[in-house]
């Protein structure tokens, strides 16, 4: 009977083996599958990051051009601000001269008529003088 027994227990053992190894090769099949998921969306996530990071480095290139043509644009509104502004101080000073000439010309032509109404009045009264 111990015989028996043993050789039950034996089968019992060699079956529950049999068992675990067929439950390991199915986890087996599932890790492997799982694994080839992993793989497959780490492959897309390193190709997108490349693509990404191709953008990026497009993207700093244009804003390096960006900030090179701002800063020649400022550089030329700054020239323009000066031109405008020296213009400008021309402008004022032509408009003083011009405001000096008009005035001596007033002078002049309020002289001229002073020497005028003189000359009018000698000539309608010349006994007089």
């Known amino acids: 009977m111990a015989k028996a027994m043993g050789g039950d227990l034996m089968l019992q053992m060699l079956s ?5 190894q067929e439950e390991s090769k199915e986890q087996y099949s599932r890790t492997q599958k799982a694994l080839q998921v992993v793989d497959m969306k780490c492959r897309v996530l ?7 990071a191709h ?19 400022v550089t030329h509104l700054s020239t323009l601000a000066k031109e405008v502004d ?7 000073k032509i408009f003083s001269q011009m405001s000096r000439a008009l005035n ?10 002073k ?15």
Do not use: C, W, Y
């Open 115 to 129: 020497r005028i109404d003189v000359l009018e009045e000698r000539m309608d009264d010349p006994g007089e003088s």
């Open 104 to 113: 001596h010309l007033a002078d002049a032509q309020a002289s001229d008529r």
């Open 86 to 92: 020296g213009v400008k101080l021309n402008q004022t």
């Open 16 to 20: 529950e083996l049999r068992e675990l």
């Open 46 to 52: 390193f190709k997108r990051s490349q693509v990404m």
């Open 55 to 73: 953008q990026l480095r497009v993207l700093s290139q244009e804003m390096d051009a960006f900030r090179d043509n701002m800063g020649e644009f």
